[in-house]
């Protein structure tokens, strides 16, 4: 099993809208992926909470089958278009895949 780990870092804004707007946007982008792309099996989004200058703004949780699993996941249209946004909106983002065991 693969396991995968993104934290994004919104920009304070973006063609007028705020980083509050935007982060709620890409929740809900990234929150209908498991229903159009195979092989997610397990999915987590969710908003920061900690208050520091140092932390994200978004996590996203997810695991996979195995690495074909996550390549997948990434090349789909979908997710394609969900980093386009992600591109837009976010500053600064941290991946890390590992194999869970």
């Given at each position: 099993?693969?396991?995968?780990?993104?934290?994004?870092?919104?920009?304070?804004?973006?063609?007028g809208?705020?980083?509050?707007?935007?982060?709620?946007?890409?929740?809900?982008?990234?929150?209908?992926?498991?229903?159009?792309?195979?092989?997610?099996?397990?999915?987590?989004?969710?908003?920061?909470q900690?208050?520091?200058?140092?932390?994200?703004?978004?996590?996203?949780?997810?695991?996979?089958?195995?690495?074909?699993?996550?390549?997948?996941?990434?090349?789909?249209?979908?997710?394609?278009?969900?980093?386009?946004?992600?591109?837009?909106?976010?500053?600064?983002?941290?991946?890390?895949?590992?194999?869970?065991?």
């Open positions: 099993m693969l396991k995968h780990l993104v934290l994004f870092k919104l920009k304070p804004s973006v063609d809208r705020t980083k509050e707007e935007n982060l709620r946007e890409l929740k809900e982008r990234l929150e209908v992926l498991p229903g159009k792309i195979p092989g997610i099996l397990k999915y987590e989004i969710g908003i920061n900690n208050p520091s200058s140092n932390a994200y703004d978004l996590g996203l949780d997810s695991e996979f089958e195995d690495e074909m699993g996550l390549i997948t996941y990434q090349r789909h249209p979908d997710h394609q278009a969900v980093t386009t946004f992600i591109n837009q909106v976010c500053v600064d983002r941290h991946v890390v895949d590992w194999e869970k065991g």
